[in-house]
Each structure stands twice: as structure tokens, then as C-alpha cells.
């Protein structure tokens, strides 16, 4: 039955439907983490919403499991499910600008860097993430920080409306004014509410920015953390600085002498007057012990947003562990250095990343994303290109968040969040928020239809 079912759905969508016996099954299944290793039964290759609809309404009706796919980036591997329906929405890559009312339309195959191409021509940009090959949709639905969010806020906050297929195969709008509730709960709980095909934005002045990573030996790292936390506070919320522990990469364009070096890395952004990021980051530097390299000047930023896509390449063995962290006390840097010291492979790394300023500024309640009053979002990041070092990496991950999770908060960014972590750590992150969030899936998805995703289950 479900064959014939299958022949109707290849009639009725615009797109590919990819089986198993497909020439492009196996590339078409991959995922940016090889860690997770899943075989969908099909793979519906989505060009618009009519598309969207009818893999949905297959999906339900045949009680396939079904998962949703943007730009594949998730680290827990929710983009595929093993012998369901993957609802591949990345031919869905329209981006429309609108450089007089200042937003953007972004269909939800878009990846961030194909954002910032079409935005940069104006001017404009979005805050997203800080790789270019993240998809627009999952790192939106969870929150979204990046270079931009001390000055303009997370991804949700300059969220104006996103068209949504709902479990029952209907498409609405959601927004202030059209299906609040909905908007509220797509601000940050993620996938759980139906499908996104597209996004409004309202986007903001960036073009040039005075940024790049500058490196310091770990023997300053405690030096650089402990000054670090104490200037985040007093900075303008135009300059942006994320904290990195990890290791000096064995390529170009790195010093040679200084390749696999355990560093402390700030990367720094400016986002405003040339001469005036240069004077903040001069300040940087004479406040601090001498770099062992400073790759910091004027650049396009779409060029900082692409900076480490090549260290990090589709295909890679990845396992995260992350927390939302709001002090750094002496004890904690302490931690963090001995852990980062072990770390397994030259990719894996720990970054805290600002989530204050302009984040600061949005009530608790006024989006799903319930963390309004942490200063980092830390994710530690085992990585490297071996499957053999899958169990390693896992391994100084975990070790490396139990040593360090004592001092910070009970819940962390879902995107930096595998699929092992339960319930308890999925309600710390939403917090207040989490009890709206179980009656708005009841609502909107009460038999539980999108579940691949950390996974708030409708009220009884």
C-alpha cells in the first residue's frame, strides 16, 4: 500500500523524491555530522510550500516519522530519521531584500552565508551565527547568536513573521499580529510547531567590520579569561568578542611555528566606524600579554561570518556539549584550562560566545528562548575527521562539561545540545517558559507529528 502511496507523492511534488534505491540516496542522506548515521526511507525534496504540504500530509497519513532538514547543520542529527520521511527543504533557497523597509525574506533551505551575500549588497545584515554553512531555520527556531547579537539581538528578536505548515497540512502565518501564540512558541522552542518554509527579518546596518581572531599561548589563558570577564561588561554593545580554547590549526594561513599550539583565542568584531574598531581593539591589545598571532583588521563581514568554514568542512565527527554560563570565576577558568589541555584532536574546542547587551533588553517571557540574563552561551565541541575517535571525543566532551558545569547555569542553547540530554536539562533551558510551550504543541501538534527535535510533548 505504502508503494502506491509513494508513486502518488512522486506525482504530486515539484521536487525529488529520493528512495532508497535512488543513484543519490547516500549524498542525499548525508549530514554535516558523521557521527549520526541514519537510513530515511525517503527523502522529499522540497522547492516550495505546495511541496512542504504534501510530504507533511504523507508523512501523517502513512505514520512515518518525519524530520525536518534546512541546512542539515544540527549537531544532534534531527535533520534525518531512520526509515521515515526527511522533509529536505534546501531547494527552498529564495532570499528577497527590501533595502528601503529593511527586511529580508529568506526561504528555509537558505544557509546564513547565503543570506549575508544577498544582504551585503545593501549594506544590511542579519544576526546569525558565526559559520556561514549553518541553515538559516535551525539556528533561527533555537534562539540564533552571533557577531551581531550584543547590538542587535538574537535571530528571533529581529524575527517578523514566518509562513509555518502545520501538522494538519494547513499553512499559516505567524507573527505579532496573526497567531501570536505560535510566533511566541517559533522564537526559540524550535521545530516542535510545524514547519517554517519561510522567513521575514528585519535586518541592520553591516558592512565592513574591524575583526579576526587573535591568539594568545595558554600559559596567558587564565590572564586573557580573567580580563575578559570583567570588560564584556563595560563593552559598547557594537563590539563583540568570543573567548575560544582550543588548538592553533596545522594549515594556512597559520604561522607554522605556532601549529598545534594550545591557545586562548579572542575573536574580535567591530561593527561600525573602521578607525573606531580599530581603536577598541588597540585598547585590547595594550591591555593584554603580547599574541602570538593577530589576524584582527578591516574586512567585509560576510568575509568574518565565512572565516572558519574551511576548518570546518561537512563530514566531520562532532559531539557538543553546551551550558549558558553567567559568571566565570577563577575556580571555573581554572577547570576550563585543564580540560581544553586534554582536548583529543586539533578541531576540538570550548567558545563562550556574549549573549548580553541587546539580549538583556527583552523580557523573559516575551519569547520562548527563556535566558535572558546569562552573559555566555558555551558549547564544547569534540570534533575531528576520524570515526575511530567517535568514542574519544564523546568522552573529553563530557568529562570536560562535568568539570565545568558546577558553575554555570542548569540550562543551555539547543542548538549546542545533543540528543542524550532528557527532559530535566530541556526544562532548566526554557525555564518559566516551558509549561506555555507543552500547552502550545498540545495546540498546534497534539499527536506529537514533529518529535524529531528536542522534543517538548503535548499536555495530557
Known sequence: MISENIGKLTQILRGALIGRDHADYEDARRLYNAMIDKRPLLIA?????????????????NELPIAVRGGGHNGAGFASVDDGIVIDLSPMRGVRVDAVKRTVRVGAGCTTGEVDHATHAFGLAIPFGVVSTTGVAGLTLNGGHGYLTR?????????????????DGTLVTASKAERPDLFWGLRGGGG?????????????????????????????????????????????DEFYVFLGLQTVPSADPFPVEHRGKKICVLLVSYNGAVADGEKAVNAVRRALPQPIVDFAGPIPYPTLQGMFDGLFPKGLQWYWKGDFVKT???AAIEAHIEQVAKAPSEPSC??????????????????????????????????????RQAATLKKWATDYWQAVHPFNLDGAY????????????????YGDNYEGLVHLKKKYDGSNLFRMNHNIRPAA
Open 414 to 429: 539547543p542548538n549546542f545540545m545533543m540528543d542524550d540530554e532528557g527532559d530535566v536539562r530541556l526544562k532548566a533551558t
Open 350 to 387: 570550548m567558545h563562550l560566545y556574549p549573549i548580553d547587551a541587546a539580549v538583556h533588553r527583552k523580557a523573559r517571557d516575551e519569547t520562548a528562548w527563556n535566558c535572558r540574563d546569562a552573559t555566555w552561551s558555551m558549547v564544547i565541541a569534540g570534533v575531528d575527521a576520524d570515526p
Open 45 to 61: 525534496k522540497c522547492t516550495d510550500a505546495a511541496d512542504v504540504i504534501a510530504a507533511v500530509n504523507f508523512g501523517r497519513d
Open 192 to 236: 516542535n510547531f510545524g514547519v517554517v518554509t519561510s522567513f521575514l527579518f528585519e535586518a541592520h546596518p553591516a558592512d565592513s567590520v574591524y575583526a579576526g581572531p587573535i591568539f594568545w599561548e595558554l600559559k596567558d589563558a587564565a590572564t586573557v579569561m580573567r580580563w575578559y570577564r570583567e570588560f564584556l561588561a563595560t563593552a559598547p
Open 151 to 167: 547590538q542587535y539581538g538574537l535571530a528571533i528578536d529581529n524575527l517578523i513573521e514566518a509562513d509555518v505548515v502545520l501538522a
Open 328 to 330: 566565570l570565576p577563577d
